[in-house]
């Protein structure tokens, strides 16, 4: 066969029949006469290349040909070269037949210490090593090495594809990777250094285009490769393969081609021609005409050869121009239905396609030309993921695997002008922003036409197989798709609901929950190994854990406890996530100034459902931060009741963190479900500042020696409470509380706007009666008592009913003598205000007197606190209020204390026309204040409300007398369909306080 060395054609000239056994001298006679043929015609042949079999061998003797002087004179122009190559692509080959049959490659020792390699030996070995490892995996780190290309079966060993996926820069990397990462043995560098030198050699011996083409217009890079191809002769020359170390047939083809390769480049640029492709010095035509030949029968017949070779001669210049290859235009995502299908709807305004994972994904193609036929085009995509990918062949088989990727088409919907293809992902797959290239092959030709798209993969709880799946559809509306909630602070006696805007479906959150992933230093310093691992949500949640603050890394929030928070918003006036996260991405990824436990808890709930993982807020009230590990909180007491800050451990009077929903198969079975995960920066896990995820059925049954943090969690439920008095720096009474902490832990119900009591999913319930089970959000009616004895005296503090701003805080102490004798007490009445963090700060209130008890006498004292004595503590700040009892005779003394929220005036928020709230129709809503306090109060009203309003609208209020009302009208138009929150919220300018109130609106399809 003739073929074209610097344009396109290829010609068959003649073709023999041999027998098994051939002298290759008679070869010399014919080629001489093709030669001089070709030259009669204005031919110029300049290069003879045969594959290595012992004829060709024995004709290149004929020759006087040899391996370091591949040519001879030209017997046409004798002042010139005929020069003689060796097949690259069959070279190939059989040097991966030595590595894959298990002969040691030795690099030449010069090369070794000049490439500074670890060692000088190349083998199978580590290749083997990295197929066992990658098994199982949907996205593989050389995803085109496998166990059937190192053990391959005979028609395998003859293709090159096979040889390029052992000498290939994915498995060269691969094997980088489990050196740095897998600990595996340095001596794996030297084999990744020569899978990667083999294949940038075939890159220059074989180059299809001009990029990759030998060119002195690119005079730099033609150096770099010429150097690189003599070096190559001289690491070629050195090797020692097999056990004896002897010269292989193998090293006379790449020495011999890669000398034929210089020469003949030489040759032709010199003559004029602007660049070289070397592929066309292959035998590729050659053997793309037998493949055409062996369609109808592999091993044909020699009649049946003759006929096929002329068909496919004459064939050639027969083809019609109309039905040339299958070209794609465009391809089509279909954003509607598949954002419907997945159940993204809410992310219909990020630029790329957002679906999840286990479910396919349907692509429309537009072609060009003509349509697709089945009979004679193929389609394959690539799928990748950063630097890691996978591709697959289209098929017509509609059975999908949860495992592995796939892609076909659906016979039944076959459009051939417009076909689509359904590309369905592991319901393991990793979440991310993936690109994929689909491409259209026709046979017979190796020309291929490809189209580019991306979508972004998320979890996926609708699917089974997922190990993210939660079974019942209310629980993940509420969990993933609802975008707005009810966060609870205050105290276990009187919990007070914040109305939360989660905001994942706003514009640029979804983009800044995945850029969070990206900043990662996880993601920073192996993004191999972070994109992997993005498969698994008990990863996730770590990563984002430790990315909601800012204490190790490039985090989103700032925390701040204490002082004022001037540079940035106080903690307090937060009212959503999105305006947190795009703030940060915005800022080039500098942390949001500030942020408390509520606030982390929030917005890692707002990336972990954005990312597909079932979340919930949680607070736990009386929540113990149990420094030294010994399960007991210390509280003390002054004489007067005064509560001193002199523990390293502290009690927060609520504390909140994230729950998400997962199966956890690295613990194995029954600790599925819900797990604790707490991005507030307290304790460092695994040397950063994160927490969790922690199995909520391991910490009820006190399963401490698993991973992650469930000691920490189970301390902050479970911890007891020591209340101690000092007198003089000495101890002079004790006591101790077992059901205290953690006394109520709750998170929103499902689809209603209430609390849901959850504390018995983390501690075992002593009694239907106690103070853990009668918790509600509401006060009972005895309310609760906190109480203290000693040998003769016991007394009781309690509320008489719920503190509310503007009222007088009414208590009731009782005093019971236990003792048959009359005695004079001494009382100390205490009430400070404090955060629900810290200690108390100094004393607002107090009172001081004398108790005469008679024997047995029970004796109740009525108190309050006006609220101008306790204006100031309205709106987030506490009350520590304690009782101290002193026996004036035996001066023993008891002790009773409570710790209280007021709670302040809400916002009336009332919609017009409720029932007919439809998408892109404007609505009317109000806006009602009463001034509850004892002074004038003006302030800034701001409304919000994802879904319903851009943004947020902002009111400012003149000053209002005591007692007074004002209504604000505010309009709004619904973008988005379902159960959506309007929230307000008024701060007002002379009292530290925000005074909030939220609607449900509920919006119907138009």
């Known amino acids: 066969m003739l073929a074209g060395a610097t344009t396109r054609w290829k010609q068959i000239v003649a073709y023999h029949y041999s027998g098994n056994s051939t002298d290759g001298a008679v070869y010399r006679p014919i080629i001489l006469t093709i030669v001089e043929a070709a030259a009669s015609i204005g031919l110029h042949v300049v290069n003879i290349t045969t594959d290595m079999g012992s004829p060709n061998r024995a004709m290149w003797k004929s020759f006087g040909v040899t391996y370091d002087k591949p040519w001879t004179a030209h017997p046409v122009k004798p002042h010139q070269h005929l020069y003689f190559m060796p ?91 489990m050196v740095a990462e897998e600990h595996r043995p340095e001596s794996y560098l030297t084999t990744a250094w020569f899978l990667e030198t083999v294949d940038h050699w075939f890159d220059l011996m074989s180059s299809r285009n001009t990029v990759t083409a030998l060119s002195h217009f690119k005079m730099e890079e033609y150096d770099k490769a010429i150097s690189f191809l003599r070096d190559s002769i001289h690491l070629f020359r050195g090797l020692k393969i097999g056990p004896k170390g002897s010269w292989k047939s193998v090293q006379t083809g790449l020495v011999m081609a890669t000398t034929t390769i210089l020469e003949v480049q030489h040759d032709l640029l010199r003559q004029g021609h602007k660049f070289v492709l070397t592929s066309r010095f292959t035998q590729d035509c050659l053997e793309n005409t037998f493949l055409a030949i062996r369609q109808r029968n592999s091993v044909p017949t020699p009649v049946e050869f003759q006929y096929a070779l002329r068909a496919v001669t004459v064939g050639q210049f027969l083809s019609p121009v109309h039905t040339g290859n299958l070209k794609i235009e465009d391809v089509n995502l279909e954003i509607s239905e598949n954002l419907e299908r997945h159940r993204t709807d809410g992310f219909s305004s990020s630029e790329v396609l957002v679906v999840r994972r286990g479910a396919p994904i349907r692509i429309s193609l537009q072609l060009k030309g003509r349509a697709f036929n089945p009979k004679t085009d193929y389609l394959k995509v690539q799928v990748m993921l950063g630097c890691m990918y996978v ?119 979804l983009e800044a929950c995945l850029q969070l992933l990206q900043v990662s230093p996880q993601h920073q310093t192996n993004k ?6 993005r498969k698994n949500p008990v990863y996730i949640g770590r990563v984002v854990s430790a990315m909601i603050n800012s204490e190790d890394d490039r985090g989103v929030l700032k925390g701040k406890w204490a002082g004022d928070f001037k540079e940035g918003v106080n903690p307090s006036l937060w009212t959503g996530s999105g305006d947190i996260l795009t703030q940060w991405a915005e800022s080039g990824f500098k942390p949001v100034k500030y942020g408390q436990c509520w606030v982390f808890a929030a917005v890692m709930c707002t990336v972990m459902r954005v990312l597909g993982i079932p979340s919930r807020v949680v607070t736990n009230f009386n929540s113990a931060h149990d420094t030294n590990d010994n399960l007991v909180i210390e509280e003390f007491y002054s004489e007067t ?39 507030t920066p307290q304790e460092r896990s695994g040397g950063v500042f994160c927490c969790g995820p922690a199995p909520v059925k391991a910490v009820k049954d006190r399963q401490i020696d698993l991973i992650y943090d469930i000691p920490f969690v189970y301390a902050a439920v479970n911890a007891d409470v020591h209340s101690v008095i000092l007198s003089e720096g000495k101890v002079v009474n004790y006591s101790k509380d077992t059901e205290r902490v953690g006394s109520l832990i709750c998170t929103k119900a499902i689809s209603f706007p209430r609390l849901q009591n959850i504390t018995g999913d983390y501690k075992y319930i002593k009694s239907p009666t106690s103070t853990i089970s009668s918790r509600s959000s509401r006060m009972s009616e005895d309310s609760t008592l906190h109480r203290g004895s000693s040998r003769g005296v016991l007394v009781v503090l309690s509320l008489d009913k719920t503190p509310v701003a503007g009222v007088p805080v009414c208590f009731t102490v009782k005093v019971i003598n236990k003792q ?6 001494k009382i100390n009445l205490n009430a400070q205000a404090k955060e629900y963090n810290n200690s108390p700060s100094d004393t607002f209130w107090e009172s001081h007197g004398v108790v005469k008890l008679g024997p047995m006498e029970v004796k109740v004292i009525q108190q309050q606190i006006t609220p101008v004595q306790y204006e100031d503590v309205v709106g987030d700040d506490l009350i520590n209020l304690a009782v101290v009892l002193e026996d004036l005779n035996s001066q023993e003394p008891v002790l009773a204390s409570e710790e209280f929220n007021i709670a302040s005036p809400q916002l009336i928020i009332q919609i017009t026309n409720e029932e007919s709230i439809v998408p892109g129709k404007e609505q009317t809503a109000t806006v009602t204040f009463t001034n509850p306090f004892s002074h004038m109060v003006s302030g800034v009203l701001t409304v919000a409300g994802a879904g319903l309003i ?57």
């Open 820 to 825: 048959s004798v009359a005695k004079m007490m």
């Open 391 to 509: 591709a697959m062949p289209v098929t017509f088989s509609k059975k999908v695997s949860y495992t592995r990727w796939k892609a076909y088409i659906d016979r039944e919907s076959l459009d051939l002008q417009n076909p689509s293809v359904f590309i369905s992902s592991p319901a393991s797959a990793s979440v991310g922003c993936y690109t994929f290239k689909m491409c259209a092959i026709t046979r017979g030709s190796n020309k291929k036409s490809c189209a580019f798209g991306k979508f972004t993969l998320l979890c996926n709880p609708w699917c089974r197989a997922d190990v993210v799946f939660i079974p019942f559809e209310d629980q993940r509306e509420e969990y993933i798709q609802n975008d707005s909630g009810l966060l609870f602070i205050g105290t276990a006696m009187n919990p007070v609901s914040r109305p939360w805007s989660f905001d994942q479906f706003e514009p640029g959150v």
């Open 641 to 679: 009741g005064q509560k001193l800050n002199r523990s390293k451990d502290s009690i927060w009077n609520f504390h909140v963190w994230v729950e998400c929903w997962m199966t956890r198969r690295d613990l194995g079975s029954g600790l599925d479900g819900w797990q604790v995960l707490d991005p």
């Open 528 to 533: 191999r190994m972070d994109y992997m691992n």
């Open 950 to 1006: 851009q943004g947020k609208v902002h009111f400012r209020m003149l000053p209002l007398r005591p007692g007074g009302s004002v209504k604000q009208r505010i309009t709004f138009i619904p973008s988005k369909v379902g159960a959506k929150m309007l929230q307000a919220s008024l701060a007002l300018s002379n009292i530290n306080s925000t005074i909030r109130g939220f609607q449900m609106v509920s919006v119907c399809r138009a």
């Open 87 to 177: 097949d690259v692509p069959h070279v190939v080959k059989n040097l991966k037949s030595a590595l894959v049959n298990g002969h040691v490659i030795t690099i030449p020792q010069d090369v070794v210490d000049k490439e500074k390699l670890p060692s000088s030996v190349v083998s199978v070995g580590p290749l083997k090593d990295l197929v066992s490892y990658q098994e199982g995996m949907a996205l593989k780190l050389a995803p085109k090495l496998s166990r059937g290309v190192l053990e391959p079966s005979h028609f395998e060993k003859m293709k090159v594809s096979s040889a390029m996926h052992v000498f290939s820069k994915s498995s060269s990397a691969a094997l980088r990777y």
